[in-house]
């Protein structure tokens, strides 16, 4: 497999590591120094911050250079686990305390006296402890010099046997300390001295015999170096292109929500791991308090997990990313089941997770406590369900445009579109009536009544507007009032979810003011009121002005007579269709007047000349302004007189 391959299949895993760390220092499960120092004393916290740091820059190092430092770390592991066996096994040969720190007190118990407790040699070589102790230390000196991208600068990788000399090293304590248990050529304080103190420092042996710390100090100067060619870089890409070009570029290199997923799942598993071993190894006749709070241990465990699966705000991120693939399969399912002909499913993914991370946000998710998270996720994963819905609307209703205006009746897309529709009408009424049936009013639930009803709204809107143009499409003859209808629905469709959206913002000011303020809370209302309020009132109120004032221009214009329309002898330039009666443009042009009303929607020329129609004066109109006019003239000769 290639270097490249690699690099994109195993890029992101490398990545999840720094944010374990990060997440669990935020969320409190691991503290550092926490028997040495005062968990709450400043060092902790400069340690804490310190280790962020670090975990944040890992997190954005280059992935040649977090794989060394994913190397560095797991020879130093090596090394220090190396030395864990040795304590262990010196202890066995009566070291007692061999990871003390008081040198002068003597730790052997009887080395080399001839009395019972002596240790023999021979009879430690042949136990299989030993042997598997000189496995595990074969094991680690493999680790240690197969590591990659640490020794290619080593001298003692051109000779033939590096994991012995390795081996060698880390064997040496106890090797020591039965030389001098066989051959006692030292008083027994002073070999209990020389076996502590050369315990303590024979780690360095390795690291010295393979040049580790060259290799090291070879790399840091390496990537420092070329910190400046780096942040030249990156300054170039913001002064040529924008902050939003560096961000996605950053975005891309990272993969940042491939990370973040692969985090979450990592995180739950060793939650869900974490507590299946707590239930199986609790004992049966008393099990934890906690499992047993009104509630069945199964369904405990899943609010547990729930709760623990948002604690911190990379849960939240991690969370978020996670849903993305889940929204975008239910709507590429949903596309797939109309017949595969919109693509508007692929961005349902991008748009759930970011507003179920907006939510999070506004709601403060992670700060709660865990009953009140509980409740709180599962009412955000209702917003974001009917979310999900209303996106599945927006494909839904392309789909059934086309299958009304086309005269292939495919029956089997109509039945599917039909049922989708249906299932859009049925999910959000039976939400509703679950909702008011089993808890009590607040304005949570009037938000997520009046998104669900706003949604049953807009499917039965898409349906009227369906049957009407498939009637057009089917019947016979032309339907002159197609589009009045097509209008009074839409507006009334509009109308509706103006209101909701007021609604909408009123709920929502009402929970700023007296429930739960923020800083997103009303940045949030600020963007529904200016979007859902301000601009669907006024493109409403554009398309009221534009049909009435076609209207005023079709009914003040002239109506072709039967002579204009047999000296015309032509077909409407609009539909082509035969002009049987016609209305005359002030350019003497003639449309069906129909035709040229839905044109007048649009803008206001002539479709062949387009000289702009203007709205001829009114007779009536003219009379009024002259008596008028005649009025003030004369109310004005007799001031003056």
């Given at each position: 497999?290639?270097?490249?391959?690699?690099?994109?299949?195993?890029?992101?895993?490398?990545?999840?590591?720094?944010?374990?760390?990060?997440?669990?220092?935020?969320?409190?499960?691991?503290?550092?120094?926490?028997?040495?120092?005062?968990?709450?004393?400043?060092?902790?916290?400069?340690?804490?911050?310190?280790?962020?740091?670090?975990?944040?820059?890992?997190?954005?190092?280059?992935?040649?250079?977090?794989?060394?430092?994913?190397?560095?770390?797991?020879?130093?592991?090596?090394?220090?686990?190396?030395?864990?066996?040795?304590?262990?096994?010196?202890?066995?040969?009566?070291?007692?305390?061999?990871?003390?720190?008081?040198?002068?007190?003597?730790?052997?118990?009887?080395?080399?006296?001839?009395?019972?407790?002596?240790?023999?040699?021979?009879?430690?070589?042949?136990?299989?402890?030993?042997?598997?102790?000189?496995?595990?230390?074969?094991?680690?000196?493999?680790?240690?010099?197969?590591?990659?991208?640490?020794?290619?600068?080593?001298?003692?990788?051109?000779?033939?046997?590096?994991?012995?000399?390795?081996?060698?090293?880390?064997?040496?304590?106890?090797?020591?300390?039965?030389?001098?248990?066989?051959?006692?050529?030292?008083?027994?304080?002073?070999?209990?001295?020389?076996?502590?103190?050369?315990?303590?420092?024979?780690?360095?042996?390795?690291?010295?015999?393979?040049?580790?710390?060259?290799?090291?100090?070879?790399?840091?100067?390496?990537?420092?170096?070329?910190?400046?060619?780096?942040?030249?870089?990156?300054?170039?890409?913001?002064?040529?292109?924008?902050?939003?070009?560096?961000?996605?570029?950053?975005?891309?290199?990272?993969?940042?929500?491939?990370?973040?997923?692969?985090?979450?799942?990592?995180?739950?598993?060793?939650?869900?791991?974490?507590?299946?071993?707590?239930?199986?190894?609790?004992?049966?006749?008393?099990?934890?308090?906690?499992?047993?709070?009104?509630?069945?241990?199964?369904?405990?465990?899943?609010?547990?997990?729930?709760?623990?699966?948002?604690?911190?705000?990379?849960?939240?991120?991690?969370?978020?990313?996670?849903?993305?693939?889940?929204?975008?399969?239910?709507?590429?399912?949903?596309?797939?089941?109309?017949?595969?002909?919109?693509?508007?499913?692929?961005?349902?993914?991008t748009l759930a997770s970011v507003l179920f991370f907006i939510l999070a946000l506004q709601t403060g998710l992670p700060d709660l406590s865990p009953e009140n998270r509980l409740v709180r996720l599962g009412r955000n994963m209702g917003l974001l369900s009917t979310a999900i819905l209303h996106f599945i609307h927006t494909m839904l209703n392309g789909t059934m445009m086309q299958l009304s205006t086309s005269h292939v009746i495919n029956r089997g897309k109509h039945a599917r579109a039909l049922t989708i529709a249906t299932l859009l009408i049925v999910l959000p009424i039976w939400f509703i009536v679950y909702l008011w049936t089993t808890n009590h009013i607040g304005t949570w639930m009037l938000?997520?009544?009046?998104?669900?009803?706003?949604?049953?709204?807009?499917?039965?809107?898409?349906?009227?507007?369906?049957?009407?143009?498939?009637?057009?499409?089917?019947?016979?003859?032309?339907?002159?009032?197609?589009?009045?209808?097509?209008?009074?629905?839409?507006?009334?469709?509009?109308?509706?979810?103006?209101?909701?959206?007021?609604?909408?913002?009123?709920?929502?000011?009402?929970?700023?003011?007296?429930?739960?303020?923020?800083?997103?809370?009303?940045?949030?209302?600020?963007?529904?009121?200016?979007?859902?309020?301000?601009?669907?009132?006024?493109?409403?109120?554009?398309?009221?002005?534009?049909?009435?004032?076609?209207?005023?221009?079709?009914?003040?214009?002239?109506?072709?007579?039967?002579?204009?329309?047999?000296?015309?002898?032509?077909?409407?330039?609009?539909?082509?269709?035969?002009?049987?009666?016609?209305?005359?443009?002030?350019?003497?042009?003639?449309?069906?007047?129909?035709?040229?009303?839905?044109?007048?929607?649009?803008?206001?020329?002539?479709?062949?000349?387009?000289?702009?129609?203007?709205?001829?004066?009114?007779?009536?109109?003219?009379?009024?302004?002259?008596?008028?006019?005649?009025?003030?003239?004369?109310?004005?000769?007799?001031?003056?007189?």
């Open positions: 497999m290639s270097q490249n391959a690699l690099e994109e299949r195993y890029g992101p895993l490398i990545r999840v590591p720094p944010l374990l760390v990060m997440d669990a220092l935020i969320s409190g499960r691991l503290t550092l120094f926490r028997d040495a120092i005062d968990e709450h004393s400043l060092l902790v916290t400069l340690i804490h911050l310190a280790v962020l740091l670090i975990c944040g820059v890992l997190f954005f190092l280059p992935s040649s250079t977090l794989k060394l430092c994913y190397a560095l770390m797991v020879t130093m592991t090596a090394l220090k686990t190396s030395q864990w066996w040795n304590g262990i096994f010196l202890q066995k040969l009566g070291m007692e305390n061999i990871t003390t720190k008081d040198s002068n007190q003597t730790v052997l118990s009887s080395f080399g006296d001839g009395d019972e407790g002596t240790v023999n040699t021979l009879d430690v070589m042949s136990s299989d402890e030993f042997l598997l102790y000189l496995c595990i230390q074969l094991m680690y000196s493999f680790i240690f010099t197969k590591t990659p991208a640490l020794l290619n600068r080593s001298r003692i990788m051109e000779s033939e046997a590096p994991v012995l000399s390795v081996w060698l090293c880390l064997v040496s304590p106890v090797f020591l300390c039965l030389f001098l248990n066989t051959f006692p050529v030292l008083p027994p304080d002073s070999a209990t001295y020389l076996i502590k103190t050369f315990y303590r420092l024979y780690p360095i042996l390795p690291i010295l015999l393979l040049d580790v710390v060259w290799s090291m100090l070879y790399f840091v100067h390496y990537y420092l170096t070329n910190v400046r060619v780096i942040a030249r870089t990156y300054a170039r890409i913001y002064i040529q292109f924008g902050i939003q070009v560096l961000v996605e570029n950053q975005w891309v290199r990272l993969r940042v929500p491939t990370v973040l997923r692969l985090f979450w799942l990592t995180r739950f598993g060793l939650h869900v791991g974490r507590l299946v071993l707590q239930y199986h190894y609790a004992p049966t006749s008393s099990p934890p308090k906690e499992m047993y709070v009104d509630r069945t241990m199964l369904s405990t465990a899943l609010s547990e997990v729930a709760t623990e699966s948002c604690s911190t705000m990379i849960a939240v991120l991690g969370l978020s990313a996670t849903l993305s693939p889940v929204a975008n399969a239910i709507g590429n399912l949903a596309r797939l089941f109309l017949g595969g002909e919109r693509d508007g499913g692929e961005n349902i993914g938000a997520l009544t009046a998104f669900c009803l706003e949604l049953v709204v807009k499917v039965t809107v898409t349906l009227v507007v369906y049957i009407l143009f498939f009637i057009d499409t089917q019947g016979d003859t032309f339907w002159e009032q197609l589009d009045d209808y097509v209008y009074y629905v839409k507006a009334t469709g509009s109308t509706i979810e103006f209101i909701s959206g007021i609604f909408l913002f009123v709920n929502g000011a009402w929970i700023f003011v007296f429930e739960s303020r923020g800083i997103i809370r009303a940045f949030m209302i600020c963007i529904h009121a200016y979007f859902n309020i301000f601009q669907l009132g006024k493109d409403g109120w554009k398309k009221f002005k534009n049909r009435r004032l076609a209207v005023q221009k079709i009914t003040l214009m002239e109506q072709a007579t039967a002579e204009m329309l047999a000296s015309h002898n032509d077909v409407c330039a609009i539909c082509y269709q035969e002009l049987n009666n016609a209305c005359v443009t002030p350019c003497h042009h003639l449309f069906h007047a129909m035709c040229l009303r839905k044109w007048l929607y649009v803008q206001d020329s002539c479709p062949l000349c387009h000289k702009e129609i203007m709205v001829p004066e009114d007779p009536d109109d003219d009379d009024d302004d002259d008596n008028t006019r005649h009025d003030e003239v004369d109310e004005n000769a007799a001031q003056d007189d």
